[in-house]
């Protein structure tokens, strides 16, 4: 009854809305019993909202309880695939540092010195990631030219182009990392 309660005085309409609040804010609106006898923002949402699947990542604080669990950990990742509709453990090697930061995953890459290939190693230890590349400007070029494949569909989009009238000073051919042919525009990821 008192998160019903709080929602209607805080104009609450939808769970995506108890994201945004913080421990602090229901404490001093009278919630600080619940918290202190749920232990956290996130076992308090549980509890109270069982039917919705919360997301500890996305509240506005998330405790460092949470992200301590590995078995966190794979669930991010696994909702993170998930939601990049990854079919193989492969797919992990086009994502970058950049992608987990801007999807509230700063405490993970804390946790593995903001390395990928320590995250993918730690959580999915059944796979052989030694035969991946997990060179940074490669996986960043891999996110550009996915995401323009996905944007332009209807052209061509290639990556590691190798265009067939310009060269380097030295004579050779000039590889561009993602290029449109028919638009006539290049991308290089430095």
């Known amino acids: 009854k008192f998160f019903e309660w709080m929602g209607s005085q805080l104009g609450y309409v939808s769970y995506q809305n108890w994201y945004n609040v913080g421990f602090d804010v229901i404490c001093s609106m009278g919630g600080q019993k619940l918290m202190d ?83 993918l190693k730690s959580v999915y230890p059944e796979y052989d990631w030694n035969s991946l590349n997990f060179c940074a400007k490669k996986k960043s070029q891999r996110w550009v030219y996915k995401r323009l494949s996905k944007i332009i569909t209807s052209i061509d989009v290639f990556e590691d182009y190798i265009h067939p009238s310009l060269k380097y000073s030295r004579n050779t051919k000039l590889q561009i990392d993602v290029f449109v042919p028919e638009l006539n525009l290049g991308f290089e990821y430095q």
């Open 37 to 119: 006898l749920n232990g956290s923002l996130l076992k308090t949402l549980n509890s109270v909202f069982p039917e919705h699947s919360w997301t500890a990542w996305n509240l506005k604080t998330t405790s460092m309880d949470f992200w301590s669990d590995k078995m966190n950990h794979r669930i991010y990742l696994d909702r993170i695939g998930e939601h990049l509709n990854f079919k193989c453990f492969a797919d992990w090697q086009d994502v970058d540092v950049g992608f987990f930061l801007s999807m509230k995953g700063k405490p993970l890459m804390e946790l593995y010195g903001y390395s990928m290939s320590r995250v």
